[in-house]
């Protein structure tokens, strides 16, 4: 079970760790925080290899971490593997401006329902009804 915290949102937002993750980590360190996936695609040339966690998704590249996203809305799929209460979006936005982390809109990941900020860090976070359902971060190279 994967318990998320505001601790464990603020922790990512400032020094991008999640529950222990953090880019570059090994394939070895991820099994051992989180434990076998769920559901995992090998990496085929110089596609991503993806170990699911259900609503937690890491992408590896040659075994090491190079991003991750957490999706709440995957929760009717992965109930009971999850707790986690969404965040209202004005607490987000409050703290990231009390931090001074820039932040724009991101228009690329605008849903119908909902909007995407993303940091000039490289996280993004998705809002839906006002309240944040997924964030993650993805980088090319380490």
């Known amino acids: ?10 922790e990512f937002i400032v020094i991008k760790k999640f529950k222990g993750l953090e880019l570059g980590a090994s394939k070895l ?4 925080v989180f ?11 110089k596609n991503y290899e ?26 009717h799929y992965y ?13 987000i ?10 932040y724009s809109e991101n228009l690329l990941l605008k849903t119908y329902d909902g909007n995407t900020v993303s940091t000039n860090d490289g996280i993004s976070l998705g809002f839906v009804d006002n309240k944040l359902v997924a964030f993650g971060l993805l980088v090319l190279s380490i």
């Open 1 to 10: 079970m994967i318990r998320v915290s505001f601790q464990d949102v603020e």
């Open 29 to 32: 360190h991820v099994i051992s």
């Open 35 to 45: 434990g076998e996936p769920l559901e995992h695609e090998p990496q085929k040339g």
């Open 50 to 75: 993806i170990c699911s966690y259900g609503v937690l998704q890491i992408y590896l590249l040659n075994r090491m971490v190079v991003g991750f996203t957490f999706d709440y809305q995957k929760i």
């Open 79 to 91: 109930r009971e593997h999850i707790e986690y209460t969404p965040i209202d979006q004005e607490i």
């Open 93 to 102: 936005l409050r703290y990231l401006n009390n931090y001074q982390i820039e």
